[in-house]
């Protein structure tokens, strides 16, 4: 079982639409988690970050945890072409010497004009 | 201007020769990162780096080599023990809690000639 899991897409979604990203992780211990996105070509830009079981609310983000079910997801509301991108998951994972940040391989959303 | 920078933008090595790629932060931050990406693939850790003359191997180390002889810069070496080495190379930064976000610098695309 990988550690971080995430449908590959690609998710198309029409503008205005809410897109829906999910992503699952298989060591409990894990405590942060990070949702980046990544246009092609280009680094991954952090989008947004969440701690506690529960919504998070950052604009037209909303991330949400669920630790006993060991799944994170992003909700994209009102959905813009320029939000068409790949979508990467990352789990935080504490180790004897710091932290390590596993991604997973990421979602590709297409937002249709 | 704060943030980190990586140079090359692209590289190109040649059989048997070792490369090196450059990271630097102005951002005071603690911990630096090395990720390599592959096509369709989520980022994978290749050696970190919590505080200065200090590093640790990542879940990909063999065929790199890296130094922190100064908290602002964290070189990759490429050396020609590794047969596969194109990829995006990515380095990223944060402070050095467990809970804090990565931040990328825009990446290094390595090519063989």
């Known amino acids: ?113 | 201007d704060g943030g980190i920078t990586q140079s090359p933008k692209y590289l190109f090595r040649k059989e048997g020769q070792n490369v090196t790629l450059s990271c630097e932060q102005n951002l005071n931050h603690d911990a630096m990162y090395w990720y390599r990406q592959d096509p369709g693939q989520g980022l994978r850790l290749i050696y970190y780096s919590q505080i200065v003359n200090d590093f640790q191997k990542g879940d990909i180390a063999e065929g790199y080599s890296v130094s922190r002889e100064k908290k602002e810069s964290f070189p990759l070496t490429v050396t020609s023990a590794q047969k596969n080495p194109t990829a995006f190379y990515l380095c990223a930064t944060n402070l050095r809690t467990l809970d804090q976000p990565q931040h990328f610098g825009d990446g290094t695309r390595l090519s063989i000639l």
């Open chain 1, 1 to 113: 079982q990988k550690e971080v899991e995430q449908n590959s897409g690609p998710l198309s979604v029409p503008e205005g639409a809410i897109a829906s990203l999910n992503c699952t992780y298989s060591d409990r211990g894990s405590q942060s988690f990070f949702w980046y996105r990544q246009y092609s070509g280009k680094s991954p830009e952090l989008i947004m970050f969440i701690y506690s079981n529960g919504d998070k609310e950052d604009g037209r983000f909303t991330a949400q945890l669920n630790k006993a079910s060991q799944y994170v997801s992003l909700l994209i509301r009102d959905s813009q072409p320029s939000d068409s991108a790949t979508y990467l998951c990352a789990v935080n994972i504490p180790m004897e010497y710091g932290n390590k940040l596993v991604f997973g391989a990421g979602t590709i959303l297409r937002v249709k004009s």
